[in-house]
């Protein structure tokens, strides 16, 4: 062949070969089918889920607003995950809409309105919530109800101021009422015990009053019938009835507010401490307590006398003796603290007079009073003992004497009857 045909088979042969390997290597697998190029992935849908917030809730007030934060709380999906994308509006009972967050109690409505992106939550749903009053409580700390015994399990009359305590300070809130009373004792005796108050028409004032609501159930207070003696009086140039009422305790008179001697136990110490100095030097003293009153009858009741209808002379009042004495048994002393004027609180000796029956003094108001007593003719320690001494020495003395005269007498009869002396030679 010529050099030119023998240059063109070799370049056809070479372009065969290039051909050979440039195809791909399925087309020379048996039955194998050529791939299809993979589609583009798309986003799957996700489902809305519904928002969940119940049907109902309250709260005690507590002058605090319903914040966003109060919200919050309430909102949440079908699986209980919280939801943060929301709006709400709220409504009061009349259903007109709120421009400002509840704070005072009543019933109110909540709309929220959720709409998120991702994940997407979507919906609207209206709720009740109920702002409760708070429930106040009753102070009886400042009441008091006692009288003295009469025989009778009538209601003793109350005295005081009836507070209520709960109130969120700033709130303007109190309480009135027409009357106040405790129901009848148990029985007539001598006691201490709780007892119902009764109280007519109390209601509730002030700005912030409906936010509040008084207890269910009437108060309880310490009531007591103390033992006392009662003795009626007449006085000649007076119509009203009068009576002596002398009970075994004291307590604070009310001209003793705010004073060192507002407290029962207050006026027992400084009394106490009375007796205890004017009676320094004596033996076995011992004290008991008297509060000694004249009352006047007047509407229907028995009340402490005032200066309109108190005698101006007063009245003889006897005080019983204390337990286990009489008149000729013991010595006696009454002292009785003041309670009115500027000379409030200044105890002073009472005069009285020993009866048969107890000891009598002039009462015109009442006094707390303290009754000092020790056993009669007793004289001072020391004394008694000095005159012990002494007496054991005279007797010492002459039984010493009688039996020096005595040894005496004995040795002088001793020599008389010796026989006389001889001396032998």
């Given at each position: 062949m010529t050099k030119k045909f023998t240059t063109k088979v070799l370049g056809t042969i070479?372009?065969?070969?290039?051909?050979?390997?440039?195809?791909?290597?399925?087309?020379?697998?048996?039955?194998?089918?050529?791939?299809?190029?993979?589609?583009?992935?798309t986003a799957t849908p996700k489902p809305k889920?519904?928002?969940?917030?119940?049907?109902?809730?309250?709260?005690?007030?507590d002058g605090k607003e319903l914040s966003k934060s109060d919200v919050l709380a309430l909102v949440s999906d079908k699986s209980g995950n919280g939801v943060s994308q929301f709006t709400y509006k709220w409504y009061d009972d009349d259903g007109d809409r709120m421009d400002k967050n509840p704070v005072n109690a009543g019933e109110y409505r909540l709309t929220i309105t959720v709409s998120d992106k991702d994940p997407v939550y979507t919906g609207e749903a209206t709720v009740k919530y109920i702002i409760?009053?708070?429930?106040?409580e009753w102070d009886t700390s400042n009441l008091s109800a006692k009288k003295p015994s009469d025989g009778t399990a009538e209601a003793a009359?109350?005295?005081?101021?009836?507070?209520?305590?709960?109130?969120?300070?700033?709130?303007?809130v109190f309480v009135s009422f027409d009357n106040i009373k405790a129901a009848d004792f148990p029985n007539a005796d001598a006691q201490r015990t709780k007892i119902p108050l009764i109280i007519e028409n109390a209601q509730l004032g002030g700005e912030d009053a409906d936010n509040y609501v008084l207890p269910k159930l009437a108060p309880e207070i310490e009531a007591s019938i103390v033992k006392a003696y009662i003795t009626e009086i007449t006085f000649p140039d007076n119509?009203?009835?009068y009576r002596a009422v002398v009970e075994e305790s004291v307590y604070p008179n009310e001209t003793l507010d705010?004073?060192?001697?507002?407290?029962?136990?207050?006026?027992?110490?400084?009394?106490?401490?009375?007796a205890n100095e004017e009676w320094a030097d004596k033996e076995d003293v011992n004290t008991v307590f008297y509060t000694a009153v004249l009352q006047v009858y007047k509407d229907g009741e028995w009340v402490n006398i005032t200066a309109e209808d108190n005698p101006s002379d007063g009245a003889a009042v006897v005080l019983p003796y204390p337990e286990g004495t009489k008149d000729n048994s013991h010595e006696f002393a009454v002292y009785k603290m003041k309670t009115q004027g500027e000379n409030a609180g200044l105890i002073e000796v009472w005069a009285h007079t020993e009866k048969v029956d107890g000891l009598e003094i002039t009462l015109s108001q009442g006094e707390p009073i303290i009754v000092a007593y020790t056993p009669a003719n007793q004289l001072n320690k020391g004394v008694l003992l000095g005159?012990?001494?002494?007496?054991?020495?005279?007797?010492?003395?002459?039984?010493?004497?009688?039996?020096?005269?005595?040894?005496?007498?004995?040795?002088?009869?001793?020599?008389?009857?010796?026989?006389?002396?001889?001396?032998?030679?």
């Open positions: 070479a372009c065969l070969c290039f051909a050979l390997f440039a195809l791909p290597t399925t087309a020379f697998a048996t039955s194998t089918a050529t791939a299809a190029p993979s589609p583009t992935p889920v519904e928002i969940s917030i119940g049907s109902e809730y309250s709260k005690v007030y409760q009053p708070r429930p106040l009359k109350v005295k005081g101021e009836l507070c209520i305590s709960g109130i969120i300070d700033g709130d303007d119509d009203n009835k705010g004073t060192e001697f507002s407290t029962t136990e207050a006026i027992k110490n400084a009394l106490r401490s009375k005159i012990g001494g002494a007496a054991v020495a005279v007797i010492a003395a002459m039984i010493f004497f009688r039996l020096l005269k005595k040894d005496r007498e004995d040795m002088a009869e001793e020599v008389a009857a010796l026989p006389e002396h001889t001396e032998e030679k």
